[in-house]
């Protein structure tokens, strides 16, 4: 029911700084929580930030706390990660999701976007 386009990946230097927009389908946009997880081969999925429907209660992982910001516009039907100060373990391919609630573990989101690969060189 819910179909998530995402965009803004790219390469990017180490201290630099990308923004990436999740776009997503209906009129119902504020009735879900939505989520950034990130995953680098070999590795499980690891949660990166959520935010709350109404864009109120925000939530980040250790590793990005500081200097990524996760918001949305409800209005326009999108999600946005701002990441600051990129650091080269930050490389992976970025998700976006949403659910009915904010939840941490990545296995438990309903939907997916496609996924965008980040690359932070040295």
């Known amino acids: 029911q819910v179909q998530l386009v995402e965009s803004g990946g790219g390469l990017v230097q180490a201290g630099g700084s990308l923004r990436l927009s999740c776009a997503a389908s209906g009129r119902t946009f504020s009735n879900y929580a939505m989520g950034w997880f990130r995953q680098t081969p070999g590795k499980e999925r690891e949660f990166v930030a959520a935010?709350?429907?109404?864009?109120?209660?925000?939530y980040y992982g250790d590793s990005v706390k500081g200097r990524f910001t996760i918001s949305r516009d409800n209005a326009k039907n999108t999600v946005y990660l701002q990441m600051n100060s990129l650091k080269p373990e930050d490389t992976a391919v970025y998700y976006c999701a949403a659910n009915g609630v904010v939840v941490f573990p990545s296995h438990a989101w309903r939907y997916w976007g496609q996924g965008t690969q980040v690359t932070v060189s040295s």
């Open positions: 935010i709350s429907g109404g864009g109120g209660s925000t």
